[in-house]
């Protein structure tokens, strides 16, 4: 009977953990320059050059995935479109503009534009890590 249970218990959390499919999407651009980056449960994928369909992927570790959610689950996502950054350096062209979209389940929801490296306060540990990741990546 104990191992039924075990069994079932495996099976469930294994089940939990596959039906994640939460992706966030970080990208800024200007004339100059372009920046994506998409990070899932499994990889990190930059991309720096316009229209390539290949970028720089990095397998994610279960703990930077977990450090990525923990940050997300501090957001009211549903209200990210409406916060304001206090810098608007890429509405004269000084800075890149970025935009950081969170894709769960079927909602794709987008937060304000913001100069790229100074979201608002309430995204900032976010896109932080998620900008430490993308530095690994850049480094394999």
């Not at 970028?55 to 930077?64: F, I, P, R, V, W």
């Not at 923990?70 to 004269?92: H, P, T, W, Y």
């Not at 900032?124 to 394999?140: G, I």
């Amino acid at each position: 009977m104990k191992f039924l249970i075990i069994i079932f218990a495996l099976i469930s959390v294994n089940g939990c953990a596959q039906s994640d499919n939460t992706e966030i999407i970080y990208h800024a651009e200007t004339r100059g320059f372009y920046y994506h980056l998409e990070v899932n449960k499994n990889h990190a994928t930059l991309q720096k050059i316009r229209g390539s369909e290949k970028g720089q992927t990095l397998k994610l570790e279960a703990s930077e995935w977990v450090k990525i959610k923990s940050l997300l689950e501090k957001i009211d996502v549903a209200q990210m479109e409406n916060l304001k950054s206090d810098r608007s350096k890429s509405q004269v062209d000084a800075a890149a503009m970025a935009t950081l979209k969170v894709k769960l389940a079927e909602d794709n929801i987008h937060s304000c534009d913001f100069d790229h490296g100074y979201p608002p306060d309430e995204l900032e540990q976010l896109v932080k890590a998620m900008l430490s990741l993308a530095k690994t990546v850049e480094k394999q």
